[in-house]
């Protein structure tokens, strides 16, 4: 993953699956809800009830071009990788996919993000 110079053509990415993960619901049906018209790309499994078609795509450069075509990248983590501080906590990989590819990344886990960076 690396930054590129590309024209940064969505308001939101988000890639990451609802079929393993359905407390993402909790964060971004509201966000879904609130864009309405606004430019933004989910690609995943599960969102067909959004009207977003299945969609997936392995790691390697079509997903670090993906990251880098939007201006606020969104990393919702699995329950278990966020459970607290007290019970469990895990970075998936995406927080340094994201990073290296220099997007702005909105995440959920706050106590794991603390103690590594």
């Given at each position: 993953?690396?930054?590129?110079?590309?024209?940064?053509?969505?308001d939101?990415?988000?890639?990451?699956?609802?079929?393993?993960?359905?407390?993402?619901l909790?964060?971004?049906e509201?966000?879904?809800?609130?864009?309405?018209?606004?430019?933004?790309?989910?690609?995943?499994?599960?969102?067909?009830?959004?009207?977003?078609?299945?969609?997936?795509?392995?790691?390697?450069?079509?997903?670090?071009?993906?990251?880098?075509l939007?201006r606020?990248?969104?990393n919702?983590?699995?329950?278990?990788?966020?459970?607290?501080?007290?019970?469990?906590?895990?970075?998936?990989?995406?927080?340094?996919?994201?990073?290296?590819?220099?997007?702005?990344?909105?995440?959920?886990?706050?106590?794991?993000?603390?103690a590594?960076?």
């Open positions: 993953m690396k930054p590129l110079n590309i024209p940064r053509l969505f939101i990415v988000f890639v990451g699956s609802l079929d393993h993960a359905p407390h993402r909790l964060f971004l509201p966000l879904l809800k609130s864009l309405g018209s606004r430019n933004f790309l989910f690609i995943g499994s599960g969102w067909q009830k959004y009207g977003i078609p299945e969609q997936l795509v392995a790691w390697g450069p079509l997903l670090n071009a993906i990251y880098n939007g606020v990248c969104i919702i983590h699995t329950d278990e990788q966020s459970q607290g501080e007290n019970q469990g906590i895990d970075l998936n990989n995406r927080v340094f996919d994201l990073a290296m590819a220099g997007c702005c990344q909105v995440c959920d886990n706050p106590d794991c993000h603390q590594m960076f």
